[in-house]
């Protein structure tokens, strides 16, 4: 399966590009943990099946010094006892947030109390946008065919 097109050499699809980048950005520099943004953006790539947004994320995370036992785990997060109750919330929304076609009821009161426990509205709201914004990069890799593989930490740290 080979890419289907380069949004990078594309002019729209730079400038899109750009701007996707910006928003991940304000994200970024929240004050929602740097182990949770990654962690989250690593299930919902799972759900969706994003080999790219996988491969970024695990290395990523893996080059803040993320343990393997626990990026290993993120898929199986609810029986992993590795994870705080903060994660777990943030991992709840994660799932509630990318699966909302699945669900009639999107996000379930009892995860969003439980982000409330955790998070402050600064976080919540970098967290929610956070989701929004992964789903949305999952959604573009898939339909380019972008795979896994070849991401190298801190890649795109130009890219703003």
């Known amino acids: 399966m080979e890419p289907r097109i380069d949004l990078f050499t594309n002019e729209i699809g730079a400038k899109f590009a750009k701007r996707f980048?910006?928003?991940?950005?304000?994200?970024?520099?929240?004050?929602?943990?740097?182990?949770?943004?990654e962690l989250v953006s690593l299930r919902a790539s799972q759900i969706?099946?994003?080999g790219w947004c996988i491969d970024m994320h695990t290395k990523e995370a893996a080059a803040a010094g993320e343990t393997a036992v626990r990026l290993n785990l993120v898929a199986a997060w609810r029986e992993a006892t590795v994870f705080t109750e903060a994660e777990r919330a943030a991992l709840a929304l994660a799932e509630e947030g990318t699966r909302i076609a699945d669900a009639h009821h999107g996000v379930s009161d009892e995860t969003w109390a439980q982000v409330r426990k955790h998070y402050d509205d600064d976080q919540?709201?970098?967290?929610?946008?956070?989701?929004?914004?992964?789903?949305?990069a999952n959604r573009l890799a898939v339909i380019l065919h972008q795979q896994g593989g070849s991401y190298e930490p801190g890649m795109f740290a130009t890219f703003n």
Not at 21 to 37: C, F
Not at 124 to 136: E, F, G, P, R
């Open 21 to 37: 980048a910006n928003a991940g950005l304000v994200i970024d520099q929240s004050p929602l943990p740097k182990a949770t943004q």
């Open 48 to 50: 969706n099946g994003c």
């Open 124 to 136: 919540i709201a970098a967290l929610v946008s956070l989701v929004a914004l992964i789903n949305a």
